[in-house]
């Protein structure tokens, strides 16, 4: 059989913070071949699978040397002779061949490598581009893209609580325009900064490092670059917040130092809320902890028929996960990172689930990532309608938004672009009677 698996190896590379990382390459009989790099995370969830590190002093322990052992090993014994074209059946094999609930043992770095190289081998079987072999045939959307201007958190030393100010465009009409609407916002920031003598370079996913005294000064800025742009927030273009608030959490308080605040849950909720009134904020990410289910509904109670509620700590890209946390009534979409599951299948499974809830669902990057493009396929070809990569600088971000580009050119008269349709309906509806 042509999509026979005959070998699967990996490589330790580099990822885009010079961290060691896992690439897995597949070749099948009929000679199609197909490569895959594993992203990291810095604000994991307790809940996600977990990635495997050599540990020790070399790297910072970081080291993949073991990973790429089980890649070589027992993944390439489980896998060898199996149909790529069979991408459950492979996942099937992946998740046996580990054999724990959270890929502790070969790692999730070795198997969402794997898992991913398999797909891109039996697309290129296909002869198909990897989001046309998703899509099977399906009218599929271009993805609403979420962009960060402001990178905080974990991922800029803590110099804001929250960890992404970005910006979305439903009404761009395309991928191509809603781009050139986030780099005139993305430069208006810069120069913003810089005016005041603020600029002090950019965070690990490209966004700009943030200088401000208080959370809600980040707030401020970013409607006034938003403004200086040209645009008008609320109408063109919206605020969308990951306040990664399990960074926040220290057991028994939300500690935000910038706001010299220490909250409990229903006082971390209503900041929130009121950053929500006061902004054109149509989208939440993990405004509490991951296991504050309670915090979480709240939220979606409060907040949820006008902004997007996104779980991604608490929902660990976990179809079960997903139902559980609906059930309490809490969010009303779901990241879909697939390291955080470890296989293709089981993303899309957690994507499957949270869509027949009526739920809307964003593919998200890493904050540690690579050239690898698949994200921007997956967002497209499984029709998730959003697209989270970081922000519009530096190139493992670009190479994401570039794929969307050529993506959008090849569908040609048939593209379409998911715009506020992608949002939860009832946001959807906010967003289409108040803009542009
Ligand atoms: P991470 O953050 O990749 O560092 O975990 C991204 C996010 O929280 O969405
Ligand atoms: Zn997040």
Known sequence: ????????????????????????????????????????????????????????????????????????????????????????????????????????????????????????????????????????????????????????????????????????????????????????????????????????GTADEGGWWPSFDSNEEALVALTEAIERAGYRPGREVWISLDVAANELFDGSAYRLPLDKAALDSAAMVERVVGWSE????????????????????????????????????????????????????????ALIKVNQAGTVSEAKGALDAAQDLGWAAIVSARSGESEDLTIAHLATGWDAGQLKVGSFARSERMAKWNELLRIEEAMGERAHFAGADALPASVAARIRSEGP
């Open 1 to 200: 059989m042509k999509t026979s698996i005959v070998s699967l190896k990996a490589r330790q590379i580099w990822d885009s913070r010079g961290r060691p990382t896992v690439e897995a390459e597949v070749r099948l009989a009929g000679g199609a071949t197909g490569r895959a790099i594993a992203p990291a995370g810095a604000s994991r969830g307790a809940h996600e699978a977990v990635d495997l590190r050599d540990g020790g002093p070399r790297f910072g322990g970081m080291g993949v040397e073991g990973a790429v052992a089980a890649v070589n090993g027992a993944l390439a014994r489980a896998l060898e002779g199996r149909d790529a074209a069979d991408q459950a059946g492979v996942d099937t094999a992946i998740v046996t061949a580990d054999g724990t609930a959270n890929k502790a043992r070969l790692g999730a770095n070795a198997t969402v490598a794997t898992s991913m190289a398999v797909l891109h081998a039996a697309a290129a079987a296909a002869g198909e581009p990897l989001w046309r072999h998703l899509a099977g045939g399906r009218d599929v959307r271009l993805p609403l893209p979420e962009i960060q201007i402001f990178g905080g958190g974990a991922h800029a030393g803590r110099r804001t609580d929250i960890q992404d100010f970005m910006v979305m465009a439903p009404h761009a009409g395309s991928v191509r325009r809603a781009l050139e609407i986030t780099a005139d916002v993305y430069r208006a920031a810069g120069e913003m900064m810089a005016g005041r003598g603020r600029l002090a």
């Open 278 to 333: 006061r902004y054109a904020i149509a989208s939440i990410e993990d405004p509490v902890s991951q296991d504050d289910l309670t915090g979480m509904a709240d939220a979606t109670r409060r907040l949820g028929r006008r902004v997007q509620m996104i779980g991604d700590d608490i929902l660990v890209t976990s179809a079960g996960r997903i139902r559980r946390i609906a059930a309490a009534g809490a969010c009303n979409a």
